[in-house]
DNA sequence: ACCTGAACACCGTTCAAGT
DNA sequence: ACCTGAACACCGTTCAAGT
């Protein structure tokens, strides 16, 4: 029983791209704290019809979060071809936070906001941590990041970071936080510049 | 208008012991997921008695939120009698993390968690900031710690922490990061041990 | 097929009625 | 004074009726 993908009527495409659109905006000035009734509305469909392309709350906030790790994957490839593993690290982090500080949805994400239930995120995130993974290992191996570093830790930092942006935002503590964690980060031999 | 300030009906204060009990436990569990219902149910009483001790759902976690904020008063005091800064810090880190751990409601108030309102939390912070400010200025002064510390930084830390045993919980994974914390933390100076 | 919006469920909060 | 629980408001979600 092959299942032949129809595409889909005109209307209804153009629909989905308007909610997705209205969705991306207002998630990213307010995070979830926007109602369906308003992110429909914005997208000038009744609320039916977003619950028609979109099962729950919950889905859309999984699916604009994956778009966002997707954008992480090239500036993560970026990193990776620069020599010194620790200046990687320097600017991938910090390049994360800025793209991470202007959309509080995507803030939720990265934190894996309790209430919302990022399943299936993981998938989005992970090509981002295998290169980070090999950032690491390079820089742990030569003394350019600190030696027992670990793939494992990335998230950790990642989320400690969002966390500052999230919960201290405006003020931008999270470039103190950053700078104090790599001063954590920094290896016996890492590069004397920033 | 002097005003007489009357003990409370003895029912009365009964009630409002019953209902801090019975939110401390259910908060502790679940955070901020509770219904008000189920915290007056607990408590024995009906949902008006709740509302009328504590004006709203957010007054409650204040309310807790100091008490658990007034606890780390005497931890910072016995962390300031240590004569290193720096173990001092790995000490008073490590034994807030260690209280946080079990307590949901309190994370969220680490976090100044959004949604609600933490307003009039800072009264109760400050205490234990000032102690903090006091080691922090030491260790910088001495060596023990990062030379350019400052008691503005230990918001920034103790939130990253709460974040790490609030959003990803169980596996221990704040040990982790508050190893990595300190070797940020660490000035040219301080003593090799742990 | 798809769209709509009134209706339902859930939970924080209020208030009229009781002691 | 204080206690109670039914009623209200709000928002995520569903579904009968319309195109």
């Known amino acids: 029983m092959s299942t032949i993908e129809r595409p889909p009527r005109a209307d209804a495409a153009r629909n989905r791209e308007r909610l997705l659109d209205a969705a991306r905006e207002l998630f990213a000035k307010h995070g979830d ?87 299936g995120i993981e998938e989005a995130k992970a090509p981002v941590g295998e290169i980070v993974g090999r950032i ?6 030569s003394g350019a990041l600190r030696p027992d570093l670990t793939a494992d830790d990335f ?8 966390a ?5 935002p405006g003020g931008g503590d999270w470039r103190r936080h950053l700078e104090l964690m790599l001063g954590g980060l920094r290896g016996p031999a890492a590069t004397p510049t920033a």
């Open 33 to 119: 704290e926007v109602g369906m009734e308003e992110i429909a509305a914005h997208a000038g469909v009744g609320v039916g019809t977003l619950y028609r392309r979109f099962p729950t709350k919950n889905a859309l906030l999984n699916e604009i979060a994956r778009e966002h790790f997707a954008n992480f994957i090239p500036m993560a490839e970026e990193a990776e071809r620069m020599e010194d593993p620790y200046a990687a690290m320097v600017w991938l982090l910090r390049r994360m936070c800025e793209t991470t500080e202007g959309d509080v949805g995507f803030q939720m994400a990265m934190l894996g906001a309790k209430g919302c239930d990022w399943q």
């Open 136 to 141: 690491i290992e390079r820089g742990a191996r």
């Open 155 to 162: 998230p950790i930092l990642a989320c400690s970071l969002a």
């Open 164 to 168: 500052t942006i999230y919960f201290h």
